[in-house]
């Protein structure tokens, strides 16, 4: 009460209505557990990684630099992860749900409602900061890091997080659909990032001669003199904080700057704050111009803006004309559902999904080209795995976006009541609502299928020394088999597994939005968390056996962290055929994982109907369920062909009726 009074004070009324609304939400508490057993799970594991192999106690005494790098990573990651999917509905969910015609009567102004609605996000994401705080204070207290370093890691993760959610605010005025501003802010925002670092690289000079008088020498040095490149990552907060620290493992930058003050670093940030003011002006400039957009379809409108240039280059003497896939009028015939799934919607169309695959498949042709004329083989299986993750990343947000929207779309466009009202069971309107995705799986085969089997020749091939690989055969070969069978379990089984998930999600959840960030929130989980606890027990029973310290039964940790970490679809991805024992785990992974999508796609139907109130069970040709007992369409049918036969359902029909009590 108190905190509610304080904020009326403030007059800040939306935001106390916004961060209300989420006190209630109890995805709200389960998002914040959720990172915080991650983050001291991290903690934990770091500490064990880098402590354990130390006898004395005084020897961790300055070591708090390695833990402070990685809850920087982690606090860094939270933000460029989540803060995009918690902003970009902010303005897209009252489009939906049309009532931001009744936020705009209202006494308050555009910036008023832009600002907190920007801070309704940006003061929950504050709380991922504060629930770090203790393991910060470890770190300081084991030494090795100082109290400059904690306030110039807050600051730049508070310009991030303004940085970032001003960009997601920008997706959310422009766009009408949260599914829009959802994908824009992850696809668009990394190239935003990557533009404006190109920008400030182009206008070194003029960055050198304003900002360079602030600077001190030594950060001076790195930023200018050093190497110029570093000017690049002005717009990416962790190679800032301090001479790009928490960066110099990577390729971005190359060594690390001397001491840097907390002036260097305000100072550093100032285009990061300039760029969140650029974004705030742009969502102002078009919050009014697209308040009211009819409902349209952008990647719709951009393809038949293709067409109509692919028409008007095809008319040459070459090709006269000949289309492939041509544009025709079709009419329903036994599944209306599909037909519109597949005819009507831009991710469903053979054309439309024939330039997504286009799109998929030209960078991956033009990698492909490239490695061929590598001869290293240790750079080109590192290259191949940040192809792999970014492939599997892509296919992911697809499917997460389709499989999600496809009743949570009809719910806010207020469509699903009439597709209830057709004559069909749950489980025809769920099989056939199922069908545009089912083609969307096949189109994501042919990526998947060109980038493993060049993956799999590749090892093949000799590296620069002349020397295959593997220098034992019957190790390519088994190599070969093992990422052979890999690839066909993870392409068959991983992206069917997801669609049932995402529709599910969408049944349940009462916008795409949550669906997503729900679905997301899983699949991160069951990502990361086996796959961290199972090399956390790897590590502690490797030190044991070394050590001569068995700490309980050697044998049972060392299953229990084979079981935890097979958990995990990154472990199934990775992993290489070391030892018998591989094939067997991963065997039983893909088994599990064909189980549960064999449970999901048949519980389904049942989810569905319980969700909308329909019948789950299939009817026969009289209209009963498969357990006999009449549904309540066949009731009324009965009940409406009662004047011809009454005695169908035991009702008396006129003929039987005495006269007197027909008056």
Known sequence: MIENRFMKQLGLPLLTKELIEQSTRKRTY???????????????????????????????????????????????????????????????????????????????????????????????????????????????????????????????????????????????????????????????????????????????????????????????????????????????????????????????????????????????????????????????????????????????????????????????????????????????????????????????????????????????????????????????????????????????????????????????RQTLDVLLTTPLTSDQIVRQKMAGVQRMIRILWVPFVTFYCFKIWRNTWPDAAGSAYSPDPLSIFEQTIFDSVRAVFAVGLYLPTIVCIGFQAGIRSRSQLQAVLSLLTILTGICFVPFAIGNYLMIVTNRSAAGGSIVGDHFTIYLLALSIGWISPLRALTALPYHPITWLCMLLHFGAVASICYWLANSTTKVFSDHVGRCAKNLDENGVHENGVHSVLALKANISTSRLDGRQIGIPSDHDTPSSEKK
Not at 94 to 103: G, P, S, V
Not at 279 to 298: H, K
Not at 384 to 400: G, H, S
Request: glycine fraction near 8%; charge should be positive; proline fraction near 4%.
């Open 30 to 412: 389960v998002v914040r557990f959720l990172f915080a057993v991650v983050l001291y799970v991290t903690a934990i594991y770091f500490f064990y990684d880098q402590f354990g192999s130390w006898n004395s106690g005084f020897s961790i005494l300055g070591k708090g630099r390695t833990l402070f790098q990685s809850l920087a990573w982690l606090e860094f990651g939270a933000i460029y992860f989540f803060l995009p999917a918690m902003t970009c509905g902010v303005l897209t969910s009252e489009k939906e749900r049309d009532t931001f015609a009744l936020l705009l009567i209202t006494k308050l102004g555009p910036w008023t409602i832009i600002l907190e609605k920007l801070l309704s996000r940006l003061i929950p994401m504050a709380t991922f900061s504060l629930i770090a705080m203790p393991l910060l204070a470890i770190a300081y207290s084991i030494g090795g890091v100082e109290a400059n370093d904690i306030g110039k890691l807050m600051w730049l993760l508070a310009v991030t997080a303004f940085q970032i959610g001003t960009f997601a605010l920008l997706c959310s005025s422009w766009f009408r659909t949260t599914g829009g501003a959802f994908i824009a802010a992850y696809l668009a925002g990394p190239l935003v990032l990557i533009a404006s670092g190109v920008f400030f690289y182009l206008g070194n000079y003029w960055i050198h001669l304003l900002l360079g008088g602030w600077l001190s020498i030594p950060t001076k040095m790195w930023l200018f003199e050093s190497n110029n490149q570093n000017v690049m990552f002005l717009a990416f907060a962790p190679a800032i904080l301090n001479g790009g620290e928490i960066t110099s493992n990577f390729r971005f930058t190359t060594a690390v700057a001397g001491p840097q003050t907390p002036l260097d670093c305000i100072v550093m940030s100032l285009p990061m704050i300039g760029m969140s003011i650029l974004n705030l002006a742009l969502a102002r400039a078009v919050l009014w111009r697209r308040a009211f957009l009819r409902p349209t379809n952008l990647m719709m409108r951009i393809f038949q803006q293709l067409d109509q240039f692919f028409r008007w280059a095809n008319n040459n003497w070459l090709t006269a004309g000949v289309e492939f896939f041509p544009g025709s009028v079709t009419l329903p015939t036994n599944q209306p559902i599909s037909w519109r799934e597949t005819s009507k919607r831009p991710l469903g169309t053979v054309r439309y999904l024939i330039r997504i695959l286009l799109l998929l498949e030209i960078p991956l042709l033009f990698m492909i080209v490239l490695m061929s004329g590598a001869a290293e083989h240790g750079a080109v299986f590192a290259y191949f795995r940040y192809f792999e993750w970014c492939l599997w990343a892509t296919a992911l947000l697809i499917l997460v976006i389709q499989s999600t929207g496809l009743i949570a779309v009809e719910r806010s």
